[in-house]
């Protein structure tokens, strides 16, 4: 038998026994460790007690690795200072579940000139034991990592001076992780940019017309398309017309005929103003008369109430009241400024009439 062993007591394998018929667990919590009384001690299965116990505390950590459980716990560096010679683990009723012996280790004050925490730990062989029925507690407080699972397999990673972990320690990767992002952004972006419908999405499918529906191959060609074109087409074809008619119908002349009554005002400051649709080129006014021989005989240049404006004229007079100007045009607006006297274009209640061509 090896110098150093660990063995599980009889009241351990009768708690795990209990447990078993009871359908319930043996719950470890606590680990002692002892000076075995000042001398080396031999584990036995009748043991109830260590030798010699000089420390108790709750399990820090354990682990099990195929047929052996590994507990462990610390000291607090501040216990008081003993050489450990026996280790054991108990129940939380306080039963002695697993004892073993130890290489001595001395276990010193921070007065001593050593700090640190004092970590032990123990393996049982549980070849023989029904894991299933034994559940064992850790204490919450306890937050540390052994040195000796530091970068190890099934241990824990370290971290390098650049505070990451190092690549040794990293698994197998099976994949770029140097360019797989920017790949998957650049392929994510060239999905994106394809307006080829690459996942061959219908019409019917998002509720949305299709070409047949949307424009036929007969209404296409009334606009003078082919069967492929698409309905913007047909909209750019209809603004083309639109656009053709309204400048064809901005080059034709422009008429307006109407009439108005005199009121007898005039002059520039209050004239009778008229508000033509077009900016005229040319406009003809005429009194209303009694007879057609009124109209044609009348002497247009002297006593006829007939007035004539053209493009270039800045206003109308007679020849024989040149002081007096009868009518003008500024824009669109064609203003009387004759005042009530016969032959100005604005006798009281008379009725005058006027064709505009733009």
């Known amino acids: 038998m090896a110098e150093f062993y660990t063995v599980v007591t009889d009241a351990g394998r009768e708690a795990v026994a209990r447990a078993t018929g009871a359908g319930e667990k043996v719950n470890i919590t606590h680990f002692a460790v002892g000076d075995g009384g000042g001398s080396p001690v031999t584990p036995n299965e009748s043991q109830t007690q260590l030798v010699g116990e000089c420390w108790r505390g709750l399990v820090a950590t354990y682990k099990q690795e195929g047929t052996s459980l590994i507990i462990d716990t610390y000291i607090p560096a501040d216990e008081e200072s003993f050489t450990a010679r026996e280790m054991g683990v108990f129940t939380s009723d306080g039963v002695l579940f697993a004892v073993c012996n ?58 390098g001076e650049d505070g990451k972990i190092q690549k040794s320690q990293l698994p197998e990767l099976d994949f770029d992780s140097a360019g797989s992002a920017a790949a998957v952004q650049g392929n994510l972006n060239a999905h994106i940019n394809n307006k080829q419908n690459p996942h061959g999405v219908t019409a019917a499918q998002v509720g949305a017309y299709d070409k047949n529906q949307s424009l036929t191959s007969t209404t296409a060609q009334l606009f003078g398309l082919d069967a492929s074109a698409v309905p913007d087409a047909v909209f750019n074809k209809i603004k083309t017309l639109i656009d053709s008619a309204n400048s064809n119908a901005d080059n034709k002349a422009k008429i307006q005929i109407g009439s108005y009554i005199g009121t007898g005002t005039g002059g520039d400051s209050n004239p009778t103003v008229i508000n033509l649709n077009f900016t005229p080129k040319f406009i003809v006014i005429a ?19 007939f007035g004539i404006w053209f493009e270039g004229v800045t206003s109308h007079k007679v020849s024989n009241y040149p002081e007096y100007a009868r009518f003008n045009v500024s824009g669109n607006t064609l203003k009387i400024t004759g005042s009530n006297s016969g032959y100005q274009f604005n006798e009281t209640g008379k009725k005058y009439v006027y064709f505009a061509i733009g």
């Open 102 to 159: 130890t290489p001595e280790m001395r276990k010193v004050l921070p007065s001593e000139g050593a700090v640190g925490n004092f970590t032990l730990g123990m393996v049982l062989d549980v070849s023989n034991i029904d894991m299933r029925y034994i559940e064992i507690h850790t204490d919450p407080k306890l937050d540390f990592i052994k040195n000796s699972e530091k970068g190890q397999s099934n241990g824990v990673a370290t971290l």
């Open 287 to 305: 009194g209303s008369y009694s007879s057609e021989s009124d109209f044609i005989y009348t002497n247009f240049s002297t006593n006829s109430e």
